[in-house]
């Protein structure tokens, strides 16, 4: 069955260090999106990719960072200059990035600090 | 910008009743608008979505969506709740800047009590 793949499921990061969060798709979509969700605050846009090797910020990207080298992956790096990283982080991917098709969603990565 | 409100953090009902979450929208041109489903720890599952056309949209797992656009309301029904519906649910209005990107609302809890 074709999905999206975050892992780890659980990750944890000590004081000044940057971790990465895995996001693989073999659904073959073009579009792919990192999203932040705290409790109460619903999903906030982190980083959004329309196309390989191409990608832009979205409402709260400082301190993150992205690449999308391939088609099927784009890992969000969550860097020490993000100073509260402590939030469940969802991937999305739609088949194109002009299309009103839904986001498909993987079942996300907790981070936690140390 | 677009924005969506979801007025209720939390919606109670008893098993066989009907249930409706509420959302309204504001967003300049037409409004494609989405309802996802998320469960504990997992990412969000898609469940119907109003692009144009029927303003009663209907979805998976006996859902429904009424689309008002005097009231730039889009709420979700379902006529017979069941225990298995409690949940995490999300609505969300496309981005008029385009990239297929959403703008989430804050969520609603349901629960659904025997």
Known sequence: DGGITQSPKYLF????????????????????YWYRQ?????????YYSQIVNDF?????????????EKKESFPLT?????????????????PAAGTNQPQHFGDGTRLSIL | ??????????VNVAEGNPLTVKCTYSVSGNPYLFWYVQYPNR???FLLKYITGDNLVKGSY???????????????????????????????VRDTGGGNKLTFGTG???KVEL
């Open chain 1, 56 to 68: 832009q910020k979205g409402d709260i990207a400082e301190g993150y960072s992205v690449s999308r």
């Open chain 2, 62 to 92: 006996g859902f429904e969506a009424e689309f008002n656009k005097s009231q730039t309301s889009f709420h979700l029904k379902k006529p017979s709740a069941l225990v298995s519906d409690s949940a995490l649910y999300f609505c969300a």
């Open chain 2, 108 to 110: 609603t809890q349901l």
């Open chain 1, 13 to 32: 990061r000590k004081e000044g260090q940057n971790v990465t969060l895995s996001c693989e798709q073999n659904l073959n979509h073009d579009a792919m």
């Open chain 2, 43 to 45: 990412g969000l599952q």
């Open chain 1, 78 to 94: 969550v860097t020490s200059a993000q100073k509260n990283p402590t939030a469940f982080y969802l991937c999305a991917s739609t």
């Open chain 2, 1 to 10: 910008a677009q924005s969506v409100a979801q007025p209720e953090d939390q």
């Open chain 1, 38 to 46: 705290d409790p109460g605050q619903g999903l906030r846009l982190i």
